[in-house]
């Protein structure tokens, strides 16, 4: 990303930015927090910096925030071509790469020809030459090795950590994204979430008050059911550090 913006700085802020909401919640029960989350959280996941901080500044804050319309507009534009190309008029990925490179291989033979007819003296070899540089391919390669391997540390760090409601957040999750993914295939659901990385964050950023509000409401009747069910059956459940205290004693 530019501005020296890249997806783990991303995802650090916005980390950190929930992680001050909910860092003073501690376990009474089982998953029972000691207190009300209405002050905690008048703002959506206790949020005290402004959105385009979060997204992590820079150009591609600005370009998810339309503060230069004419760029986000492209974006999105270019993105939307690429959906309907491939979903709506059934275009396939081979397809359009040998149409491209037909158009390459005709633009620079009429050049090279017609250069050729008016001077004499012009060689071939003035025809430029397109030329990808070799870090950008290693770049792409080191950033997506990173993401994989910090997803797996990510998936192991939940399984083997002992926290039931971490790692039932994340299953459910897993199993949200599954039954999306059942539904339409992953273009779409990447166009899905390219899309709505362009539209939600302008929106909160524009009607934060009404949307906190309403979060707010959802999230204070969420609790309220789950304290019920918390004292009736999960706070019955042995913690797993206790079990393997038991275990080593």
Known sequence: MPEGI?????MNNIRDTISEGVSKHKNVSF???DKSVTSQFNR??????PVHHILGGGKSADVMLWRNKKISASVLTCATIVWVLFEWLNYHFLTLVCFFLVIGLLLQFVWTNASGMLNRG???SSVPRVVFPEEVFANIGNMIGSELNRG???MQDVACDGNLKHFLA???SLFAVAIIGSWCNLLTVIYIGFVGAHTLPILYERYDDQVDAFVMGVFQQFNHNYKKLDSSVLSRIPRMSSFKRRKAE
Request: glycine share 8%; hydrophobic share 35%; proline share 0%.
């Open 31 to 33: 998953f029972e927090e």
């Open 122 to 124: 012009r060689s071939s």
């Open 170 to 172: 994340v299953v459910g």
């Open 6 to 10: 890249t997806a783990e700085s991303l």
């Open 152 to 154: 797996l540390c990510y």
């Open 44 to 49: 959506l996941f206790g949020r005290e910096k």
